[in-house]
């Protein structure tokens, strides 16, 4: 059965607060001799309580010269990474108000995607207050942006590959060609054909339904009267 957990707070009872006190103490001690083990360190542990004997660990001479070596530091080694638990519960109350704000920051996030979805829908914001239509304005703004960022960026792809002579690449994902019209570029729009200054004549391809243009012949009615009359 698992242990439920213990809330941390001051005990009141006292032999319960007694009971714990040895059995955390010895917990402590014993973490401090591993840490000594297995890293090679000098380490010591001292707890002190009113009700029973001083706890040390290792022996309390080795354990003084270690105190004498630590108050020989300068103040600078001696407190850069030292803390009390004042600065420990600060530090955690900043680490959970970081969490808070991230995980309100996703959620209004999730919240103006689904008021996208429904503008999408056909939906006409009716039901939404002042702050949500800014925040959805806001999240149109940003998706706009990035858009335009993007087309940005295709078209200078497009201009150089343009400059350098080199092949474009065609695929599903790949944007259209565009190319540039420039005075000796020819513009076909429909039917007709812009010729630039430095552009060579367009010859039209003549098929079955092309009309025939003759401006310096006669109609074949007018021909068969002349040799009518002859």
Same mark, same amino acid.
């Not at 001696?78 to 808070?100: D, F, G, I, S």
């Not at 995607?113 to 006409?124: P, V």
């Given at each position: ?33 591993? $840490? ?18 001083? /706890? #040390? ?8 010269? $270690? ?21 420990? =519960? /600060? ?41 949500? #239509? ?12 990035? #858009? &335009? ?42 039917? &007709? ?9 367009? $010859? ?8 025939? =243009? ?17």
């Amino acid at each position: 059965m698992a242990r439920s957990k213990m809330k941390l707070e001051y005990i009141r009872n006292n032999a319960s607060r007694r009971s714990t006190l040895r059995k955390r103490s010895r917990g402590i001690l014993k973490k401090v001799e591993e $840490i000594s083990v297995l890293c090679g360190t000098d380490a010591c542990g001292i707890i002190y309580s009113p009700d029973d004997a001083p /706890q #040390v660990w290792p022996q309390p001479l080795d354990a003084r010269r $270690i105190l004498t070596e630590f108050n020989n530091l300068p103040e600078l080694e001696r407190t850069r990474k030292m803390t009390n638990h004042l600065a420990y =519960m /600060q530090e955690r109350l900043n680490n959970l108000t970081e969490k808070v704000v991230k995980s309100e920051n996703a959620n209004n996030q999730v919240e103006v995607r689904a008021m996208l979805y429904e503008g999408y829908s056909g939906s006409d914001f009716a039901e939404l207050s002042a702050h949500e #239509v800014w925040a959805v304005g806001n999240a149109l703004d940003e998706l706009m942006s990035k #858009v &335009f960022e993007k087309m940005r960026v295709m078209s200078m792809n497009l201009s150089a590959q343009a400059q350098t002579g080199g092949g474009v690449a065609v695929g599903p994902g790949a944007a259209p060609a565009i190319p540039e019209v420039g005075p000796s570029t020819p513009a076909v729009m429909g039917d &007709f054909v812009a010729v630039g200054p430095g552009a060579a004549p367009a $010859i039209p391809e003549v098929g079955p339904s092309t009309p025939a =243009m003759m401006s310096d012949l006669g109609s074949s009615s007018d021909g068969g009267d002349s040799d009518e009359d002859d």
